[in-house]
C-alpha cells in the first residue's frame, strides 16, 4: 500500500512544475513502460505495478525499483481515466548540446499547443525513420502525460529539443527548409529528400511570420475537397510519406 505522501509526490507530476524541479515524467501502460524499459536512453526508473506485471515482466525490471500495488493504489496516482496495470517514473532525457542538421531530416516545429498532436507526431516521425524533432518554445512539453501517451513508445527512439526556433533555423546554413503551407508546391512532385528540415506550423495559425521567411521551399498537400486545414500529425504523415 502507497503512503499518502508517495501518492500525493506522484499526482503532483501531472504539473509541468513538479516534473521539471524533479527531472522526470510519468509513462503509463504495458506498452509504453516496456519499450522504455528497453531503450538504451532510459534511466532511473521507479515501477508501481499490479502483481500480474510484474511477474509477465520479471525479465525488465531487473535494473528498476519496484513497487507492487494494488489497482486500488494504481487508480489513485494514474493520469489516465482507465488505469492499465503500471505507471513508471522516469528521468527526463538529456538534450543540452548542439542540435545538428547536416546529413539528416529534421521535424521542426513552430507552435504546436496541443499534446496529443505533439505526441502523434513524434510517434509519426519514428515511424519515418527521423531521429530528431526540434520545437519552439511555446510548443506543448513533451513530458505533459498525454504527449508521453500519444507517443505510444516512439518517444524513447525520437530526440525532442526546445530551442529559439527562429534563432536555430537562421543558422542552419545549406540546409533546405521546407515549410508546410496552403500555397506551396504539391508534395506529391517533389523528389525525395535525405537532408533538410521540414517546418510544421501551429494548429489554427500555421508558421509565424519571422519563421516562415527563412524556408527556402513552400510545400502542400493538394486539396481535393473543402475542410478548411488538416491536423498537424495528419499533415505530417502525408509530407513524410512523400518526402522520405
Partial sequence: MLVKSKIKYIQS??????????????????KIVSELLEADKTER??????????????????????????????????????????LAIINQFATAGTIEAKG?????????????NLGTIIRIADW???????????????YNPKVIQSTMGSI???????TELEEWLAGQKGINIYATVLDGQDVTQIKK?????ILIGNESKGISPGILKL???????????????????VATGIVLSHLT
Wanted: with cysteine.
Fill in 128 to 142: 519515418f525513420g527521423i531521429e530528431q524533432v526540434v520545437c519552439s518554445k511555446d510548443s506543448a512539453d513533451v
Fill in 45 to 86: 526508473i521507479e515501477i508501481y505495478a499490479v502483481k500480474d506485471w510484474i511477474i509477465e515482466n520479471e525479465k525488465l525490471l531487473a535494473k528498476s525499483t519496484v513497487i507492487e500495488i494494488t489497482e486500488e493504489d494504481l487508480e489513485k496516482i494514474s493520469q489516465l481515466k482507465t488505469p492499465n496495470k503500471v
Fill in 193 to 197: 529528400i535525405e537532408q533538410g528540415i
Fill in 13 to 30: 507530476l501531472g504539473q509541468k512544475k513538479n516534473r521539471d524541479e524533479a527531472c522526470v515524467f510519468i509513462a503509463e501502460g504495458p
Fill in 104 to 116: 539528416k531530416l529534421t521535424l521542426a516545429l513552430c507552435g504546436i499547443q496541443d499534446p496529443g
Fill in 156 to 162: 524513447a527512439r525520437v530526440n525532442v529539443f526546445y
Fill in 215 to 233: 524556408a527556402n521551399a513552400r510545400i502542400t498537400i493538394p486539396q481535393k475537397g473543402k475542410a478548411e486545414s488538416l491536423n498537424a500529425g
